[in-house]
């Protein structure tokens, strides 16, 4: 029975059998530091070109500096307030204070504009009011700025400065999502004529689902056709598959537009075959966006199912028709089940890339057909308000990350690895 070497033991070990160990460790030591040498560039990258963008993007939907900035005494005399009646004259003469102040113009117009996203007219409110007091007396202020203007002596206008006393907010993921917060600070569903973005929502990962399950269905048969054909031929039809990274997006989508109008080719083709007799609406509708973005992402599920395809051992199928199968049943049974990894890597892949678009819906598609990034790219371009679009982003992003991890469930972990 063998023991272990006991302390005496190791002492006697050569010196050159130590230092050899201890030289192997050392080697290996090199080699990691190596390797994380390699990898520090590709690292550092994704932090300043990744991760950094979506965590700033993240916060920008919770990030709320405006009206602590611009209304620094009146949110200090609203701290005891509770929010059943309007406050007193020290909120009023805090507020008059505020806005009295040599303070940056700009500073206060951010802050106007951030409240004014909770209460209409609000920015209109404050610059009026602010030009009334710098010309008034002393107070007290609370009379005097209730006759010029009633709004602020109605709860709901405190009740929106007051909800901004902290550095942090929910208000923008909660609009993201059609909820809002009452003046007693429970949470409740916007006015049905508001509630807009969980429709968004539900349309974008419809179109998504139907162009990436439409890519599946052209994608598959033609993937076959790649995987057994002569390599001579397949190499000409790959050249056709990558053929469109090859063309601007822009142009390509410009291009359906022109195909698929009243008076273009498709129209006139199946009127000339005698299919239709008037020309169909196929573009600026639902028809439209699902060709128009079909064609730009076929590709991306032809790849995938292609390395899958090419990957399998013809000589499995062989083997099931010389037992006696038919050539359907050793489809289904054999070589079916052994493309499901580039199926399910296919349709992850279609899908997540047709959430995001943004170019061709709003090009080829209605009013009524367009996506939650054309509303994303609405509130940075034309609204200026970075906060509500950064949390369309970030609902977004956990939406995406939810069906990722349930699809990767449903799958398996086997399916959505390639070959």
């Known amino acids: 029975m063998m023991t272990a070497p006991t302390s005496a033991d190791v002492s006697s070990l050569p010196r050159a059998g130590r230092f050899s160990g201890l030289s192997a460790k050392l080697s290996r030591h090199r080699k990691s530091l190596r390797a994380a040498s390699l990898v520090a560039p590709l690292f550092l990258f994704l932090c300043v070109f990744f991760f950094y963008p979506i965590g700033s993007m993240l916060y920008r939907s919770v990030d709320n500096p405006e009206v602590r900035e611009a209304f620094p005494t009146t949110l200090v005399a609203l701290r005891g307030w509770g929010g059943n009646e309007v406050p007193g004259e ?30 209409e007219g609000f920015r209109t409110l404050v610059f009026e009011t602010r030009r009334s007091v710098r010309s008034a007396a002393e107070g007290p202020y609370k009379p005097l700025l209730i006759a010029a203007d009633p709004r602020w002596g109605e709860l709901s206008t405190w009740s929106a400065i007051a909800r901004n006393n902290s550095s942090l907010t929910d208000y923008f993921l909660l609009t993201a999502v059609d909820l809002k917060r009452g003046e007693h600070q429970n949470i409740a569903r916007v006015a049905k004529s508001q509630a807009i973005f969980l429709d968004i929502y539900s349309r974008t990962f419809l179109v998504s689902a139907q162009v990436a399950i439409i890519c599946l269905l052209l994608g598959y048969p033609f993937a076959y056709l790649l995987a057994h054909l002569s390599t001579s031929v397949s190499n000409i039809l790959m050249f056709f598959v990558l053929l469109p990274f090859w063309t601007a997006l822009l142009a390509r989508t410009t291009a359906w537009i022109v195909l698929l109008q009243r008076e273009g080719l498709v129209n006139d083709t199946l009127r000339f075959l005698g299919i239709t007799s008037e020309p169909l609406q196929l ?57 499901r990894p580039g199926l399910a890597a296919a349709g992850l892949l279609v899908f997540i890339l047709s959430v995001g678009y943004y170019v061709t819906p709003a090009l080829v598609g209605g009013t009524q057909d367009q996506l939650i990034s054309s509303f994303i790219a609405l509130y940075t371009d034309t609204y200026l308000n970075w906060g509500q679009a950064s949390a369309l982003a970030a609902v977004l992003l956990v939406s995406v990350a939810t069906l990722y991890s349930i699809y990767y469930k449903i799958t398996g972990s086997t399916q959505m690895q390639l070959r």
């Open 283 to 339: 573009v600026f509708n639902r028809t439209g966006v699902l060709i128009a973005m079909t064609h730009v992402l076929l590709p991306f599920a032809i790849l995938p199912l292609y390395s899958t395809m090419k990957s399998i051992n013809p000589i499995y199928v062989r083997a099931a028709q010389s037992l006696g199968a038919k050539p359907s049943t050793a489809f289904w049974k054999i070589y079916f089940p052994q493309t």
């Open 90 to 119: 020290s909120a009023f003469a805090a507020l008059v204070e505020d806005l009295k102040a040599p303070g940056d113009r700009a500073l206060m117009g951010r802050a106007a504009r951030r409240l004014n996203y909770e209460l």
